[in-house]
């Protein structure tokens, strides 16, 4: 939390927010990122150029940023073996695909769209972060 601005957070946050209206404006499509990366594996003749031009986009933009003289951050995860992580990513791959949709769908674009549906996603999504955290940190010790 030490690098953190209120200037960019509200700056990202609306960038976000102008992006995924563009999208269902332009494109009729939802910004939810795992159905449109999903996409791609088993692409639709005509459907996947936009698709890959997204996630291109997603990949692309702190390299940007970086080349642009941006500060980049230094990751790291100090307390997150290898195996731990491989089992975070296949845990969040089945709450995705149990949820039909992530943080990004539900989370950005279906509760600015008040979906009910959306809504319970996303409750449930941080609750069990909240959880986890509070397990990991508290309960186990890490």
């Known amino acids: 939390m030490e690098n953190f601005t209120p200037i960019s957070s509200l700056a990202g946050g609306m960038l976000i927010g102008v992006s995924a209206v563009l999208l269902m404006l332009l494109n009729g499509r939802i910004a939810g990122v795992s159905g449109i990366a999903g996409g791609l594996i088993a692409p639709v003749a005509g459907d996947w150029q936009w698709r890959l031009a997204f996630v291109l986009g997603l990949a692309a933009g702190p390299l940007v940023y ?16 290898p195996i731990g992580l491989i089992a975070a990513g296949l845990l969040a791959g089945f709450g995705t695909r149990l949820g039909s949709g992530c943080t990004s769908g539900h989370g950005v674009c ?7 549906r959306s809504l319970a996603a996303t409750g449930a999504f941080m609750f069990t972060g909240f959880a ?5 940190r508290h309960v186990i010790g890490g």
Do not use: C
């Open 66 to 81: 970086g080349a642009l003289g941006g500060p980049m951050p230094d990751i790291q995860f100090p307390m997150a073996s």
């Open 110 to 116: 279906g509760v600015s769209r008040l979906s009910a």
């Open 132 to 136: 986890t955290v509070y397990v990991i």
